[in-house]
Each structure stands twice: as C-alpha cells, then as structure tokens.
C-alpha cells in the first residue's frame, strides 16, 4: 500500500470552472440606452419615472459608471422626494 493518496476522480458541477456564486444580468434601462451619450441620458432623466431613476442607477452603478450621470440621477431623486437640490 502507498503512503500517497491517488485521486481517482475528479467531479465538479456543470459551470463550476467559472466560479461559485450567482450570476446577475441586469438589463439597460430602457431600449437604447447602452448607446446613449451622457447628455442624451442626463436630458431624459427629468421626465424619469421613479422606477427609471432606480434602474439608471444601477445600471450605471454595475456597468459603465458614468459620475455625470449617477450625480445627475441622486439629483433627480432628491427633488423626487421633495428634498430639494444641493449642489
């Protein structure tokens, strides 16, 4: 008998190789978004829902973090909620 251990087999769960945890997708937040220049983005948040704004965020957030317009959006939400702008 050896005194070293012999792998006999090695198993792992389908898409194992590219590592543990879930993966998250997260859409752009309305169609053609993805192409859109800051200014076009940042003009459009004024009339954004309060759902859109969360969706810009975080798409900005997770994607292209874009400063101008995460600032652009935490603005729009400050007046969303009646706290006014600060500059």
Do not use: C, F
Not at 25 to 53: F, K, N, Q
């Amino acid at each position: 008998m050896s005194e070293e251990p012999e792998l006999v087999e090695e198993l792992a769960e389908p898409g194992a190789e590219d590592g543990a945890g879930p993966e998250i997708h997260i859409r752009e937040p309305w169609d053609g978004y993805r192409h859109m220049g800051t200014r076009a983005v940042t003009a459009r948040l004024s009339e954004a829902s309060a759902a859109e704004l969360a969706a810009v965020q975080l798409y900005e957030s997770s994607t292209r973090e874009r400063q101008t317009i995460l600032s652009a959006v935490a603005r729009q939400m400050r007046r969303a909620n009646g706290s006014g702008s600060r500059a």
